[in-house]
């Protein structure tokens, strides 16, 4: 080994430490410093993240309203005004908009008969037994208005029949079985 020594050089000596040594700082103050490195940038990464959130924050909340004002919406697509109506008050309120529907048609609401219906899955259905009077043209305005004004109306069975013998423009009779269904709670 004293052979090996003495044939290097002591510049190259004092060369190889030095190298040495460096290469052995810079791997310990890589292994001290390289995790917080990381996580300082993983730190700067969110905070960018929610720097554009809130400035998007205006966006967000438009968002959000126009996801309630659907669900608005299809809730009154599926109960119309009676959404918000205890049970016990959806017969009164039903009739009473089936009367309003008829006077707008010209059409005569001759009796309306509520009934329970059947369960389907969550719902309960409520059934009711109307009859009407009026020409061919004001029963589908009616039907087609009631349908707008009540939400999610099934007919379930219809009839139609003359009420009178005019060629024209006949009077009809129509029986209808008319279902809303509510959600069982």
Not at 100 to 127: A, D, K, Y
Request: proline content about 2%; cysteine-free.
């Amino acid at each position: 080994m004293q052979e090996l020594l003495q044939k290097i050089d002591l510049r190259q000596l004092r060369l190889a430490l030095f190298g040495i040594g460096a290469i052995l700082t810079v791997a310990m103050l890589m292994g001290a410093l390289l995790p917080k490195v990381k996580t300082a940038w993983a730190a700067n990464r969110d905070v960018s993240v929610l720097e554009e959130a809130s400035q998007d924050g205006g966006e967000l909340d438009r968002h959000l309203q126009e996801q309630h004002a659907r669900i608005e919406d299809l809730k009154f697509r599926l109960h119309g005004d009676m959404a918000n109506l205890p049970v016990r008050q959806v017969e009164a309120y039903i009739i009473g908009r089936l009367q309003r529907v008829s006077w707008n048609n010209n059409v005569e609401l001759v009796s309306v008969e509520p009934s329970t219906g059947e369960r389907v899955q969550i719902f309960q259905e409520i059934l009711f037994n109307v009859r009407l009077v009026g020409q061919y043209s004001d029963l589908y305005r009616w039907l087609w208005e009631a349908r707008n004004d009540l939400g999610y109306l099934v007919v379930k069975e219809y009839g139609l029949t003359r009420h009178d013998n005019d060629d024209d423009e006949p009077m009809l009779v129509a029986d209808l079985s008319l279902a809303s269904y509510r959600a069982i709670q």
